[in-house]
């Protein structure tokens, strides 16, 4: 089947790195995104990532992908309070569920303390 | 460019009654898809649609209809409310039909409250 997994909670402190992790099911996806949700807000696209791809960087974020273990991961450099949010893992797989559409995660609730 | 609006942001309606939620993509975006969001299911896929016609449907019941305008504007039609059916409802759009290599861009949501 085709299913997105995350941890549903993570907190840091200011200026630390942050690494939010990710496993997918659907072994044809082609793209994996993340997205940020801030309160009360729909979702901002923040990085994608082809499968074909091991990793991408884009600024304070970093993607890797282990495409053998279904694992993706986010990782923000110097995490802000701003970054406080919710952050969806989702892929983009050609399943009979997805159907080209997006499976997201639960999203994992980002705290960043000062 | 303006990025993607959906109206109304906030709606409070009865259970029995009907409602109607609109999207207008960014310009030039063809394809819309619709999701609802729930604290105890997340994010779900309703119904993708591309030059007025539905293209994907997800696993919902079907109170939930849509539809597209020749201009790409989709609006989302839901009957007989349900207390469940309490959601933030978001729509996206993308350029061409997903599935291919197209990412999706999301509006700030409709939040809908049944009573």
């Known amino acids: 089947g085709e299913d997105v997994e995350q941890s549903l909670f993570l907190s840091v402190r200011e200026g630390d790195s942050s690494v939010i992790n990710c496993t997918y099911t659907d072994s044809s996806s082609t793209y994996l995104y993340w997205y940020k949700q801030e309160p009360g807000a729909g979702l901002q696209l923040l990085t994608y990532i082809f499968s074909n791809m091991d990793m991408k960087q884009d600024q304070r974020l970093t993607v890797l992908l282990n495409k053998k273990d279904k694992h993706l991961s986010l990782r923000i450099a110097d995490t802000q309070t701003g970054d406080s949010a919710i952050y969806f893992c989702?892929?983009?797989?050609?399943?009979?569920?997805?159907?080209?559409?997006?499976?997201f995660g639960k999203g994992t609730k980002l705290s960043v303390k000062p | 460019k303006a990025g993607v609006t959906q109206t109304p942001r906030y709606l409070i309606k009865t259970r029995g009654q009907q409602v109607t939620l609109s999207c207008s993509p960014i310009s030039g975006h063809r394809s819309v898809s619709w999701y609802q969001q729930t604290p105890g299911q997340g994010l779900q896929f309703l119904f993708e649609?591309?030059?007025?016609?539905?293209?994907n449907k997800g696993n919902f019941p079907g109170r939930f209809s849509g539809r597209q305008f020749s201009n790409s504007r989709s609006e989302m039609n839901v009957s007989t409310l349900e207390l469940g059916d309490s959601a933030l409802y978001l729509c996206?759009?993308?350029?061409?039909?997903?599935?291919?290599?197209?990412?999706?861009?999301f509006g700030p949501g409709t939040r809908l409250l049944v009573l």
């Open positions: 996206a759009s993308s350029l061409a039909r997903m599935g291919g290599q197209e990412t999706q861009y």
């Open positions: 989702a892929e983009r797989g050609l399943g009979l569920r997805s159907q080209g559409n997006l499976i």
């Open positions: 649609y591309f030059s007025e016609t539905q293209r």
